[in-house]
């Protein structure tokens, strides 16, 4: 029997995920001065769902929640960030289980490789895929969209370098650490 890259745990994850990423994208998002820019707490919730259920949750927990913040706020779906925030969950995901953090570790080398991550993957996320489909779906201007991606970019890496880090470091400190139970005759 093959099993199913949509787990009951994984199909939950990514409706309640999406719901939240929705919320944090429309009301906690603090403008930037940049237009259409702002600097977004939801892509640490976004980190958080992927880095605890892996690549498949965070692709859909980034696609469906970013395609429902647009559409709730604008009435229409700007796909080429909608698809970059896709890409984020999916990015950070891949890297999951590397993080232990289902095991109760979540130390200083683990923080450090998090970022490292979040950091690769958000860059090309925003320095070059959002900016490029802007300009490949939307023959938007170049220097627009590279300033809108830089700008969205290094918000974003910064907002999940401290909440995203302060979000798994809570929430590996909920868990049993492996091998700190013991049996007892």
């Known amino acids: 029997m093959k099993k199913s890259i949509f787990s009951t745990k994984t199909v939950v994850a990514i409706g309640i995920g999406a719901a939240v990423?929705?919320?944090?994208?429309?009301?906690?998002?603090?403008?930037t001065g940049i237009p259409n820019t702002t600097i977004q707490t939801a892509y640490a919730f976004l980190a958080l769902i992927a880095v605890?259920?892996?690549?498949i949750a965070g692709l859909f927990v980034g696609l469906i929640g970013h395609a429902l913040n647009d559409l709730t706020s604008y009435g229409s779906v700007w796909w080429s960030w909608v698809i970059t925030?896709?890409?984020?969950?999916?990015?950070i995901g891949v890297f999951y289980k590397y993080f232990s953090v289902e095991d109760g570790e979540f130390g200083l080398k683990k923080i450090i490789m998090f970022n490292i991550v979040q950091i690769i993957v958000q860059a090309i996320a925003w320095f070059l895929?959002?900016?490029?489909l802007d300009i490949l779906i939307y023959a938007e201007p170049a220097n627009k969209v590279f300033t809108q991606g830089i700008a969205a970019g290094i918000w974003n890496?910064?907002?999940v370098a401290v909440l995203g880090t302060i979000l798994l470091t809570a929430y590996a400190k909920?868990?049993?650490k492996k091998g700190s139970l013991s049996y007892e005759d």
Request: glycine share 16%; proline share 9%; charged share 5%.
């Open 21 to 31: 990423f929705l919320i944090l994208a429309k009301f906690v998002a603090i403008p």
């Open 52 to 55: 605890l259920f892996g690549p």
């Open 85 to 91: 925030s896709a890409f984020v969950g999916l990015g």
């Open 129 to 132: 895929v959002a900016p490029g």
């Open 157 to 159: 890496i910064g907002t």
């Open 174 to 176: 909920t868990r049993t």
